[in-house]
């Protein structure tokens, strides 16, 4: 059973910074994609970054050159490094893995498919 657990959320002024993390526990990274997805109130969910097994990342257009993907296996961890926030970072974030790692760019994107996700962490960042 694939269990993904995020923490890091939290409250910030704009410019600021936040690293968000998904431990995750019951497959191996090889053929997995992980991605970071985010959801405000009222919008669709929408795709930020996600990282395959052998490193390849993607992100949102509004996002890059702001928040990094990174993975450390040894730690069984996922992380979404978000620097220089604005308002508009505002959401819920949730961690999502799906084993279709060739599908990885098409499910970030596409915002939903994953096959597993995590409870969510709430981002904010003020004025």
């Known amino acids: 059973q694939v269990q993904l657990v995020e923490s890091g959320g939290g409250s910030v002024q704009s410019g600021g910074s936040l690293r968000l993390s998904c431990v995750h526990a019951?497959?191996?990274?090889?053929?997995?994609?992980v991605g970071w997805l985010r959801q405000a109130p009222g919008e669709e969910r929408e795709g930020v970054a996600a990282?395959?097994?052998?490193?390849?990342?993607t992100y949102a257009d509004d996002v890059k050159g702001r928040f990094t993907i990174s993975r450390d296996e040894a730690k069984n961890t996922v992380y979404l490094q978000m620097n220089n926030l604005q308002p508009e970072d505002t959401a819920t974030y949730y961690c999502?893995?799906?084993?279709?790692?060739?599908?990885?760019?098409?499910?970030?994107?596409?915002?939903?498919?994953?096959?597993?996700w995590g409870q969510g962490t709430q981002v904010t960042v003020s004025p």
């Open positions: 999502a893995a799906d084993s279709r790692g060739d599908m990885c760019t098409l499910l970030l994107h596409a915002g939903v498919g994953f096959h597993y």
């Open positions: 019951g497959y191996t990274a090889d053929n997995y994609c």
């Open positions: 990282i395959k097994g052998d490193g390849y990342t």
